[in-house]
């Protein structure tokens, strides 16, 4: 895999499909509240739906535009203070296959990394105090997993001023982190989405709410209905004892139809990649009660 592609570029972002990136990583672990264009909060069901090309990425924002503008800054400021020359680079795990880091800077010899953050003063205060906000640690571990290091720079640039934290590796942190993106990555390859969250759905009003509150009292009318007509038929079956019958106003036909084939159980297609023989997928939608 070519490691000198350019971050931001449309390469870039259709290989990053490919693979869980670092930044993917608080997404995925749920911990990231961040705020896409349209005003939604990125899930691991957004994510999954990007990744597998269902919808348009849409993971900028002011916030990342304000970064991605200043990271040069960031980065110059970060090597007049360590004297550590450093460039942006796309790195991928040497066991995980569907893991990579898109690093802000690796110095020449590959022995340290760093993180630039250009974030808002609330975080940056913290950074002096040589605390890595939650939001940011699952993509540093992620990035050290990738790295095979056991420490990284986490470099805090705010309106000029750089701080510059050393994060070590966390075993137990890592070890929990690669059981969730092995979650996740299971969730691509078998097609299956992952749960919901709460900021997977949007909050509506009252004209909402009343068509909502229609439809789900007939589907309950129609579902109580449906369990009538079970008992019905199952009762004229056995009136029938397996004979077809006739009343002065109905016909009771009984029709003998083929089984479905069980194609999983068929050891000539064991080796078929039936994957390439499904059509598009469709979209359901089903209403519940928040009541209980």
Known sequence: MNNQLTQGTLEWLKMRNNYIGASDSPVILGI??????????????ILWQEKLGLVEANSKSSATDHGTNMEAQARSAYEAMTGDLVAPEVIFHKEIPYMMASLDG??????????????????????????????????????MMCLGHDIIHYFSYNSGEGVLVEVKKDDQYQAMLKQKLAAFWDFITSFTPPPLTEDDYIEKG???????????????????????????????????????????????????????????SIPELFEVDVEKYRSKPTEAWTLYSRKV
């Open 206 to 264: 009252d004209t909402w709410d009343a068509i909502a509150n229609d439809l789900f009292r007939i589907k309950q009318i129609i579902k109580n209905y449906s369990l009538q007509k079970e008992l019905l038929e199952e009762k004229l079956r056995e009136l029938s004892e397996g004979i077809s019958c006739i009343s002065n106003n109905y016909r009771y036909a009984k029709v003998v139809k083929k089984g479905s084939i069980d194609y999983s």
């Open 106 to 143: 690796l110095t020449i010899d590959k022995k340290l990394a760093v993180e630039i953050k250009c974030i808002n003063i609330e975080d940056h205060e913290l950074a002096k105090k040589g605390i890595i906000p939650e939001v940011y640690m699952p993509q540093l571990q992620h990035q």
């Open 32 to 45: 990231a509240k961040w705020k896409l264009r349209d005003g939604r909060i990125k899930t691991p069901y």
